[in-house]
């Protein structure tokens, strides 16, 4: 399956930042464990509760790349009524994306090794397209149906 291309301007996130001593799945459970998943959930403008079967974009999401925000970051896009403050605040540059997106599933990150791999040893290699600096994102929807959609996101630029 081929992704989709999004040229996109840049934009800007906030969030929190991972410890370099925990891997992901350890810190979104931490942050979950401390409220800060709800708390972020609430300042980007979610409504309703967290993780519920509601419509929609996914609110909170999650990032990685050592040259904008360290090892990991779980993160909301900043729009107007955004609540920042207390938070890392991150400008992503203009990039073109190479979307990759999952099937739909009981839980938000099922998928999401499975589309890395897709992207970094299936697709890139043969795309045409190289990696291009800015963060890998991984982007966490809701379906109609309640179901989990994820998508990760790569900046690539044509080679």
């Known amino acids: 399956m081929k992704p989709r291309l999004e040229e996109k301007e840049g934009f800007a996130v906030f969030g929190l930042e991972k410890p370099l001593e925990l891997n992901p799945p350890d810190f979104w459970t931490q942050v979950h464990r401390a409220g800060l998943y709800q708390k972020l959930f609430f300042d980007a403008g979610g409504a309703g509760e967290p993780d519920g079967e509601r419509p929609g974009v996914g609110v909170v999401n999650g990032m990685c790349n050592y040259e904008v925000v360290g090892d990991y970051m779980i993160f909301a896009f900043v729009c107007p009524g955004s609540r920042t403050e207390g938070y890392k605040v991150v400008q992503v540059p203009q990039s073109t994306w190479a979307v990759f997106r999952g099937r739909e599933a009981d839980h938000p990150a099922k998928y999401i090794s499975k ?17 291009a600096p800015g963060p890998d994102m991984e982007i966490y929807n809701v379906a109609e149906n309640g179901k989990h959609i994820a998508e990760v996101w790569v900046p690539v630029v044509r080679i």
Request: glycine content about 6%; charged content about 30%; proline content about 6%.
């Open 115 to 131: 589309l890395f791999h897709r992207a970094y040893k299936r697709w890139l290699p043969k795309s045409g397209y190289a990696r």
